[in-house]
Every structure is written in structure tokens, then in C-alpha cells.
């Protein structure tokens, strides 16, 4: 298997070797036209230095090695967050160094994760330069990534480093499953790799067994996204986050959370409806991507609505009460959805695949969201069972249901009761993940499913 291993790889260098020349305008464009991308561009390719220490204090005494924990972007930074605070109670005198991919997931982590980590840094770009010069930087006794960011020439490198590596929160979703089949050669190879994986259901065990994962090697532990604790909610008192917002009084307020290009026109015509019934709704709307925000603020105002950005209505709070609040900064959004009478939650109305229901269920609140959560499907499929949930077809049905639960204030409130106890029965997922870790750890050695490998470099 040794030589297997080393011919995939080698093939696998070969032909991103041949791609480079076709490559290199297309990512000159994106750092040209993005300003994430440029952030993270150098970082990732390895230049300059790799931590970035978070300055936390940690207890005194002997180090027993260093875990990399990896996380994409602000979805899977958030997923982590109880699987740090459990690693950190239970490995007291290991290093915890975190790495994302996107300038959002670097932004939320040292925002969220400053006390439980000691350094956070960039993901190297599937480079074998770049993978070796951070991997070298960091020198990690194990790696844990978290839900899916899995790349040939990172999990290839920690092969040959003898670095065991475990996948937690794990999901394979119809279109990523029938992707790496076709690409069964390469992706089977990378699958055994893997000294420990924590599956969130049976059917992603099942799935990630068919594609290479050695059997002994797989559990299902559920879903860590159960296990975040929901933030203390920001009362409505005239002076906190609510009249920040344009909620002062007992305003009805309707959250629609990381919304999508398409989705908010849908809303704005919903909104217009709604608001013939209730002539003091508050609409606030937390687009997905905060550079957004003025654009949408621009497709608000075409309707006649008062509209504002959160930024500007915090700085003039006693100004005239918006009809539209659109929020242009990171980190608020689990608050808000605690003020709401009801969250819709976007990239559903639209094929997005859906995003995380469970941050309103978990402050009971009722949810809302459209037929496109393939990302997010047994969630929302468990809310629904239990009717804290309304999965909506059309704009008339998201407008119908949304006004239900405005004029039935008590049926909102059970709605809601029933969506935090899904959240609640499901919890625990972060522990069965660091208990299939500490194994990991106890006997940590890729052993014979991961035997050291050669390949190229371009």
C-alpha cells in the first residue's frame, strides 16, 4: 500500500504541476477582484511567519505535544468551539494551535476562540511548499479538522510525518459522496489516512465506510453543532441591542438571518405584504456576506421603506425609527435571532444549501426556511418532526407563516419551546468526538493504513 500511496500522490502533484500555467491568471483575477482573498493570499502560501499567538495564559508545566485543529470558515469555526472547550478541560498541558481558510474564519476565531486557543493562523493553500513550510512551522503531535475541509497533499504530508489525524463533525452530503466517487482513486487513498472519524449520522458513517475509511476507525457521535451554547439574549430595554436596531417599544421584529443574492427581493415583497397587517414590524436582515450589506440596504429602499445599516443606527439611536434594519457586522446574529418574534434563515429560499437552524432554536425562537437545506438536513428534518420548524415552498407560504406567528403570539412561544428541546435532547456530540481524539492520542500512530510516502513538489 506504501507504493500505492506514493503513486497517487505523485500523480495527484503531477497534474496540479500541469494546471499551474492555465492557474495563474484566474488567481490573479480573484486577488485582484477580492479583498478576502488577498488577506489570506501570502498566509497561505506558506511567506512570512505561521502563528499568530492569541497572548492567553496557560497552566505551567510539561507539554505533551501540540494539536492542530482546522476548521474552513465561520460555520465549522463556530461547530468547533465546543470541541476546543472540551479538548482544552481534558489536554490541560497540550498546545492548541487553530487554523481556517477564509479571512471570515480567521476573523471569528480570534474573536470566539482567543481564551481556549493559544495561536491561530492560516490553512495552507494544497501546495506541497506551502503545506511543508506551515506543517514545519507547527510541528503537530495530531491534527483534528472539523466537517469536511479534507485536501490529498496535507493528509498525504501528515502520512509521512507519522502525525495521526482525526475528522469530527463529519458529513458527506449526496453531491459531495457522488464527487468523491468519481474521483475514487485519489479520494479512497486520502480516506484511509484517517486514524479517527466522528460521523453525524449513521448514513454519513455508512457513506464515508463505502468511500475508504477503515472500519475500526469510524463512529457516529452525532453533531457538534447541538452542543453550542446559546448566547444570553439582549433584553429589549431602550438602551441595548434592540433599540440599536430601531426596536424600541414593543416593536414586532421578524429576523432574516444570512441571506443570499435572490433571497432578498423575496423578502422585501414578503415584507410589504406583512407589513398591511402589522404596520409596526421591524424587519432586521443579517445578509451572509456583511460587504453586501449596502446593496441590500439599496434593494430595501426601492420599495419606499426606510431602511438603515446597524453601523449608522448605532451611532444615532434616538433617530427616526427605521421600517428595515440591515445588519453590517460580524458576530451579532445569535443575538438578534434572542429579540425576535420569529428568524427565517437563509441560503434556503435559494440553492445555497441552507444554514444553521439551531442558533434561533436554541434561544426558542420558532424557525423558518425554504426548501434548500440539503447542508443542514437532518436538522431541520428533527425541528420539523417536532414542530419548531416551517419549511416554506413559496413566497406566498413564507409570508402566510410568518404572519400566523405574528398573530398568535402563544403558538409562536411552543413553537419555540419545541425547537430548543431538539437542541437540547441532541447535545454531547463535542464529548463522544474528544473521547474517539483521546484514543486517538493514546495509541497515536498512522500505523499500516498510512505508511511514509514520497512525491513530488512543482
Known amino acids: 500500500m506504501g507504493g500505492s500511496l506514493a503513486v497517487v500522490r505523485w500523480v495527484y502533484n503531477l497534474l496540479m504541476c500541469s494546471l499551474l500555467p492555465a492557474a495563474v491568471p484566474l488567481v490573479a483575477g480573484h486577488l485582484v477582484l477580492s479583498t478576502k482573498r488577498r488577506k489570506t493570499f501570502s498566509r497561505r502560501m506558506g511567506f512570512g511567519p505561521v502563528p499568530a499567538f492569541t497572548g492567553a495564559e496557560r497552566p505551567r508545566g510539561p507539554r505533551e505535544g501540540r494539536l492542530w485543529v482546522h476548521a474552513l470558515s465561520v460555520g465549522e469555526v463556530l461547530s468547533a468551539s465546543p470541541l476546543l472547550q472540551e479538548l482544552r478541560r481534558r489536554e490541560r498541558h497540550r ?146 441591542l434592540g433599540r440599536c436596531l430601531g426596536a424600541d417599544g414593543n416593536r414586532e421584529i421578524v429576523v432574516a438571518g444570512s441571506t443570499h443574492p435572490g433571497e432578498e427581493e423575496i423578502l422585501r415583497s414578503c415584507f410589504e405584504r406583512l ?91 420558532p424557525v423558518v426556511f425554504g426548501p434548500h437545506t440539503e447542508d443542514f438536513s437532518d436538522i431541520c428534518r428533527a425541528l420539523q418532526t417536532e414542530g419548531g420548524a416551517f419549511r416554506v415552498h413559496s413566497p406566498e407560504a413564507l409570508e402566510n407563516t410568518l404572519a400566523r406567528l405574528l398573530k398568535d403570539p402563544l403558538a409562536a412561544e411552543r413553537a419555540g419551546r419545541r425547537a430548543r428541546r431538539v437542541v437540547e435532547a441532541n447535545r454531547g456530540a463535542a464529548a463522544r468526538n474528544v473521547d474517539g481524539i483521546a484514543d486517538m492520542l493514546a495509541g497515536a500512530s498512522p500505523g499500516d493504513h498510512c505508511p511514509a510516502s514520497g512525491g513530488g513538489s512543482c
Not at 511548499?129 to 497533499?153: H, K, Q
Request: net charge positive; proline share 8%.
Open 275 to 365: 407589513r398591511l397587517q402589522f404596520p409596526d414590524l421591524l424587519l432586521v436582515v443579517v445578509p451572509r456576506d456583511p460587504e453586501r450589506s449596502e446593496s441590500v440596504c439599496r434593494i430595501f429602499r426601492s420599495g419606499g421603506r426606510f431602511t438603515v445599516c446597524r453601523s449608522s443606527r448605532s451611532a444615532d439611536p434616538a433617530g427616526p425609527r427605521p421600517d428595515v434594519t440591515v445588519v453590517d457586522t460580524m458576530g451579532l446574529l445569535s443575538r438578534i435571532y434572542g429579540i425576535s418574534r420569529a428568524a427565517f434563515v437563509g441560503g434556503s429560499l435559494v440553492e445555497a444549501g441552507g444554514h444553521n437552524p439551531l442558533e434561533p432554536a436554541a434561544l426558542a425562537k
Open 95 to 240: 498546545e492548541i494551535w487553530f487554523s481556517a481558510s477564509t479571512a471570515t474564519g480567521i476573523e471569528t476565531a480570534r474573536k470566539t476562540l482567543s481564551s481556549i486557543v493559544d495561536a491561530v493562523f492560516h490553512y495552507p493553500y494544497d501546495l506541497l511548499f506551502s503545506v511543508r513550510r506551515i506543517t514545519g512551522a507547527v510541528s503537530p503531535s495530531a491534527v483534528i479538522i472539523v466537517e469536511s475541509d479534507l485536501w490529498p497533499n496535507f493528509l498525504f504530508e501528515m502520512c509521512h510525518r507519522g502525525v495521526p489525524v482525526a475528522l469530527v463533525n463529519a458529513r458527506i452530503s449526496s453531491r459531495s459522496y457522488r464527487g468523491y466517487r468519481r474521483l475514487r482513486p485519489l479520494t479512497a487513498a486520502m480516506f484511509r489516512t484517517l486514524s479517527f472519524v466522528g460521523a453525524q449520522t449513521e448514513e454519513d458513517r455508512l457513506r464515508l465506510r463505502s468511500l475508504g475509511v477503515r472500519p475500526g476507525a469510524l463512529r457516529t457521535t452525532g453533531n457538534m453543532k447541538y452542543d453550542r451554547p446559546p448566547p444570553v439574549p439582549d433584553p429589549m430595554d431602550g438602551s441595548g
